[in-house]
């Protein structure tokens, strides 16, 4: 039990700062728009005329920032209440919520193809909290 | 924590309400039950280590438990508790960075910061980071022609990607080093005092159309810090970069940079900066079409005071360069023309209008002039060797599609298909002849307009021209254009041996100066150029590929003949180019001619001096 509860806060803890690290990545590999951040970076792909049905520019930054903002949850969670309680479990839902939306959002804004490291860390740290909070974690397993 | 709340929570909604006696003696016969020392507790219960004890056995009392031995009840773990600080410390941040971002605008902290972010966009490639630390004023409708022109570029194949229009060129910024000096407040003067810009690149990264006109490209490094000759004066002037405040933030000025370079380099009077801005509700006309005629008339009566404070401030800060560029204006132009007649009608769109103009004067030498048809047009007349006057006129045309978007010379008569028009913008309720917002709306209808004969037409990539039709000896091609500068692909079946010659003609049928290229069989044999009544022989047999270059949208004939039946004009046309003593030939292997057909007239060629051009075979 110590060994998977162990386990569950390594892997928790590391999916939150995948989660957290995107705030400093590229989210976009190349082309415009592959040097800035946040509000720029989505900025800029909104003014290449991409549109996205139902995702304003103030919806897509908000969204951006609340990726990371739910890896430090994660962590003050687990901190708090370990990494399969239900805080945990709720944070890791709406990580993995918000996580699909902004990546399906930029790979639709820029192309999946010129997506850079920032979508994939998320990815992962997404999965990874859900894995822990959810799989590994699980008293019984 | 959670895990113990857990068993509790089962251990309490298990089984039925029982007495506490009863509860341990069942207890102690389950635990009895099971393998002596495991412990047990039925469904949901965990194997422990506990020792079932029997307190009745020889009345003894239960053994006392040592509590200092016991394990201390767990504190909360140090890692814990650094993770949630951690965790809270990060979540500042991130707040702190998501207000911070939605509070700015783009630009930079400092003046040198804007800088640095305008280098590190180009190191990425990025035009539009690039234009996002350039002051938002200079650049308000720059993003959507940016966005226009890279998705043109990559329907065209000129770019791969119209989301990576720069692939294939490699920037990069090194060791910049900045010092900055506060001309005014909200102005700065950033100078570069050491860098290197080196600048490579990679044809396999560039579209399949470009690898085929660029074999390499070269690369190269630019000490950022060596002062700038102008060319334009003796001065050599300091690298520097403007940046002005805007709502606390700093951002690169194109227009302030240049502006301050010219004051410079021509020693001029210093900039009033940020007076345009103060005076903004003091300047410009009340209407579009008063700025528009304002312009035009401070143009024509040597005005420059007033023709600078046409321009909006906040676009193009010419007012706070009054002096010195009144001053420059008066010693370098001297316009002498006459407005007669002036036409104007807007249309406006909120705070934006589109002016049609048509006007029309009297140069100083007493020949006429026009706006009209998308052209600024000069009509004078010249004397024929018969002794006729003839009128003709010369100018440049603005076109809304073709290779360029404008022509010049001969090719502008009459030949402009896009509107003159002005854009004016307004702001607090006067009104400003915007440059920027009139040439971008030009740019924006020309780039919606290029296509791929456009662009293989400039690149001259006849292999890329669609084939347009057949030629047959002697039989007229009629050739509707799209725009200046378009290139059409004709077929011609040809036999070595064979001497052709070229006739191209107007709608009323003069003789006209287009080039006319002919292309070997295999595409890559020698080929050659001709104009009106040229002659050439062809170096082998095989279907050619016969392409003219057209000068605008009016509508030419050419033919191609063999020579010995071509008409007498074509045939005696081309001597009489060469003998015209005022044909002049420039460094390009051109040919400008007076009274060649009709008008002036300048035509490239591969020749320069012999009739007959015969070409070597493959």
Same mark, same amino acid.
């Given at each position: 039990v110590r060994r998977r509860t162990a386990l569950a806060t390594g892997v928790a803890v590391v999916g939150g700062a995948a989660l957290l690290v995107s705030v400093f990545l590229?989210?976009?590999?190349?082309?415009? +728009?592959?040097?800035l951040r946040g509000h720029d970076l989505i900025d800029t792909l909104v003014a290449l005329g991409n549109e996205l049905p139902g995702a304003s520019t103030a919806r897509l930054t908000v969204l951006w920032y609340v990726v990371p903002a739910l890896g430090a949850a994660s962590w003050i969670s687990i901190g708090l209440t +370990?990494?399969?309680s239900r805080p945990t479990r709720a944070v890791a839902l709406v990580a993995a919520g918000c996580v699909a939306l902004v990546v399906f959002a930029f790979g639709r804004l820029a192309g999946f193809g010129d997506l850079g490291a920032g979508p994939w860390a998320v990815t992962f740290g997404a999965v990874a909290l859900v894995a822990a909070a959810f799989a590994i974690g699980r008293p019984g397993l | 924590v959670s895990d113990t709340n857990e068993l509790l929570e089962l251990l309490a909604t298990r089984g039925t309400p029982r007495g506490a006696d009863v509860v341990l003696a069942a207890a102690r016969a389950d635990a009895r039950t099971h393998?002596?020392?495991?412990?047990g507790g039925g469904a949901g219960a965990r194997a422990g280590d506990l020792e079932v004890l029997d /307190?009745?056995? @020889? @009345?003894? /009392?239960p053994p006392a438990v040592n509590l200092s031995d016991a394990a201390p009840r767990? #504190? #909360?773990r140090p890692w814990r508790t650094a993770l949630t600080a951690g965790g809270l410390a990060a979540m500042l941040g991130v707040f702190s960075l998501g207000i911070a971002s939605f509070l700015g605008?783009?630009?930079?902290?400092?003046p040198e910061g804007a800088v640095r972010r305008l280098a590190d966009a180009m190191q990425h490639e990025d035009p539009l980071a690039a234009v996002d630390v350039i002051a938002p004023d200079e650049v308000r409708t720059l993003h959507q022609t940016v966005d226009a022109a890279s998705a043109r570029a990559a329907e065209v194949d000129l770019v791969r990607s119209a989301s990576a229009p720069l692939a294939g060129l490699d920037v990069s910024v090194d060791d910049l080093q900045l010092t900055s000096e506060e001309l005014a407040p909200g102005f700065a003067k950033v100078t570069i005092v050491g860098g290197r810009l080196a600048l490579d690149g990679d044809v396999?990264?560039?579209?399949d159309t470009l690898r085929r006109t660029v074999s390499g490209i070269a690369g190269g490094e630019i000490d950022l810090a060596a002062a700038w000759?102008?060319?334009?004066? $003796?001065r050599l002037v300091d690298p520097f970069v403007m940046v002005v405040e805007r709502d606390g933030h700093w951002y690169v000025s194109a227009a302030y940079t240049v502006l301050e370079f010219l004051r410079i380099g021509e020693g001029l009077p210093e900039a009033d900066f940020g007076s345009g801005r103060a005076a903004r509700a003091t300047l410009?006309?009340?209407?579009p079409e008063a700025a528009a005629q304002l312009a035009l008339d401070a143009a024509a009566t040597a005005d420059w005071e007033t023709l600078l404070s046409l321009a909006p401030p906040d676009e193009l800060p010419v007012y706070d360069y009054r002096a010195a560029l009144a001053q420059l204006m008066r010693e370098n132009?001297? /316009?002498?023309? $006459?407005?007669?007649a002036f036409a104007a009608q807007a249309t406006r769109d909120g705070g934006r209008a589109v002016v049609d103009v048509r006007a029309s004067g009297r140069t100083s030498s007493g020949d006429a002039w026009e706006l009209r048809d998308g052209c600024l047009l000069a009509t004078t007349s010249e004397q024929t060797e018969g002794g006729a006057v003839v009128p003709y006129s010369d100018g440049f045309c603005l076109g809304?599609?073709?290779?360029? /978007?404008y022509s010049f010379g001969y090719a502008a008569d009459g030949r402009g298909?896009?509107?003159m028009r002005i854009t004016a913008v307004e702001r607090d309720g006067r009104w400003f002849v915007s440059p920027v917002g009139t040439v971008l709306d030009y740019v924006d209808t020309w780039v919606a307009n290029f296509d791929e004969r456009a662009f293989a037409s400039l690149l001259g990539d006849f292999d890329a021209l669609p084939v347009d039709g057949e030629l047959w000896k002697g039989t007229p091609q009629r050739v509707e254009s799209d725009g200046f500068g378009l290139m059409y692909a004709y077929t011609l079946q040809g036999t070595a041996g064979d001497e052709v010659v070229v006739e191209v003609r107007d709608a009323a049928g003069n003789p006209v100066s287009n080039v006319v290229y002919f292309v070997g069989p295999s595409g890559d044999d020698a080929g050659f150029s001709l104009m009106f009544g040229e002659r050439a022989t062809l170096p082998v047999t095989g279907t050619y590929r016969v392409v003219i270059g057209t000068d605008g949208t009016q509508p030419v004939d050419m033919t191609v003949h063999d020579a010995d039946l071509a008409p007498d004009d074509v045939v005696n046309a081309f001597p009489d180019v060469y003998d015209n003593e005022q044909c002049t030939y420039d460094a390009f292997g051109g040919v400008s001619c007076i009274g060649y057909g009709s008008s002036e007239a300048t035509t490239p060629t $591969?020749? $320069? @001096?012999?009739?007959d051009i015969v070409l070597e075979g493959p």
């Amino acid at each position: 039990v110590r060994r998977r509860t162990a386990l569950a806060t390594g892997v928790a803890v590391v999916g939150g700062a995948a989660l957290l690290v995107s705030v400093f990545l590229p989210w976009v590999r190349r082309g415009p +728009g592959n040097s800035l951040r946040g509000h720029d970076l989505i900025d800029t792909l909104v003014a290449l005329g991409n549109e996205l049905p139902g995702a304003s520019t103030a919806r897509l930054t908000v969204l951006w920032y609340v990726v990371p903002a739910l890896g430090a949850a994660s962590w003050i969670s687990i901190g708090l209440t +370990g990494p399969t309680s239900r805080p945990t479990r709720a944070v890791a839902l709406v990580a993995a919520g918000c996580v699909a939306l902004v990546v399906f959002a930029f790979g639709r804004l820029a192309g999946f193809g010129d997506l850079g490291a920032g979508p994939w860390a998320v990815t992962f740290g997404a999965v990874a909290l859900v894995a822990a909070a959810f799989a590994i974690g699980r008293p019984g397993l | 924590v959670s895990d113990t709340n857990e068993l509790l929570e089962l251990l309490a909604t298990r089984g039925t309400p029982r007495g506490a006696d009863v509860v341990l003696a069942a207890a102690r016969a389950d635990a009895r039950t099971h393998d002596s020392g495991r412990g047990g507790g039925g469904a949901g219960a965990r194997a422990g280590d506990l020792e079932v004890l029997d /307190p009745d056995v @020889d @009345d003894l /009392p239960p053994p006392a438990v040592n509590l200092s031995d016991a394990a201390p009840r767990g #504190r #909360r773990r140090p890692w814990r508790t650094a993770l949630t600080a951690g965790g809270l410390a990060a979540m500042l941040g991130v707040f702190s960075l998501g207000i911070a971002s939605f509070l700015g605008e783009g630009g930079a902290d400092s003046p040198e910061g804007a800088v640095r972010r305008l280098a590190d966009a180009m190191q990425h490639e990025d035009p539009l980071a690039a234009v996002d630390v350039i002051a938002p004023d200079e650049v308000r409708t720059l993003h959507q022609t940016v966005d226009a022109a890279s998705a043109r570029a990559a329907e065209v194949d000129l770019v791969r990607s119209a989301s990576a229009p720069l692939a294939g060129l490699d920037v990069s910024v090194d060791d910049l080093q900045l010092t900055s000096e506060e001309l005014a407040p909200g102005f700065a003067k950033v100078t570069i005092v050491g860098g290197r810009l080196a600048l490579d690149g990679d044809v396999d990264a560039l579209s399949d159309t470009l690898r085929r006109t660029v074999s390499g490209i070269a690369g190269g490094e630019i000490d950022l810090a060596a002062a700038w000759d102008l060319q334009t004066s $003796t001065r050599l002037v300091d690298p520097f970069v403007m940046v002005v405040e805007r709502d606390g933030h700093w951002y690169v000025s194109a227009a302030y940079t240049v502006l301050e370079f010219l004051r410079i380099g021509e020693g001029l009077p210093e900039a009033d900066f940020g007076s345009g801005r103060a005076a903004r509700a003091t300047l410009g006309a009340d209407t579009p079409e008063a700025a528009a005629q304002l312009a035009l008339d401070a143009a024509a009566t040597a005005d420059w005071e007033t023709l600078l404070s046409l321009a909006p401030p906040d676009e193009l800060p010419v007012y706070d360069y009054r002096a010195a560029l009144a001053q420059l204006m008066r010693e370098n132009l001297d /316009p002498e023309f $006459t407005v007669d007649a002036f036409a104007a009608q807007a249309t406006r769109d909120g705070g934006r209008a589109v002016v049609d103009v048509r006007a029309s004067g009297r140069t100083s030498s007493g020949d006429a002039w026009e706006l009209r048809d998308g052209c600024l047009l000069a009509t004078t007349s010249e004397q024929t060797e018969g002794g006729a006057v003839v009128p003709y006129s010369d100018g440049f045309c603005l076109g809304g599609g073709g290779a360029l /978007p404008y022509s010049f010379g001969y090719a502008a008569d009459g030949r402009g298909d896009a509107a003159m028009r002005i854009t004016a913008v307004e702001r607090d309720g006067r009104w400003f002849v915007s440059p920027v917002g009139t040439v971008l709306d030009y740019v924006d209808t020309w780039v919606a307009n290029f296509d791929e004969r456009a662009f293989a037409s400039l690149l001259g990539d006849f292999d890329a021209l669609p084939v347009d039709g057949e030629l047959w000896k002697g039989t007229p091609q009629r050739v509707e254009s799209d725009g200046f500068g378009l290139m059409y692909a004709y077929t011609l079946q040809g036999t070595a041996g064979d001497e052709v010659v070229v006739e191209v003609r107007d709608a009323a049928g003069n003789p006209v100066s287009n080039v006319v290229y002919f292309v070997g069989p295999s595409g890559d044999d020698a080929g050659f150029s001709l104009m009106f009544g040229e002659r050439a022989t062809l170096p082998v047999t095989g279907t050619y590929r016969v392409v003219i270059g057209t000068d605008g949208t009016q509508p030419v004939d050419m033919t191609v003949h063999d020579a010995d039946l071509a008409p007498d004009d074509v045939v005696n046309a081309f001597p009489d180019v060469y003998d015209n003593e005022q044909c002049t030939y420039d460094a390009f292997g051109g040919v400008s001619c007076i009274g060649y057909g009709s008008s002036e007239a300048t035509t490239p060629t $591969t020749s $320069t @001096d012999a009739q007959d051009i015969v070409l070597e075979g493959p």
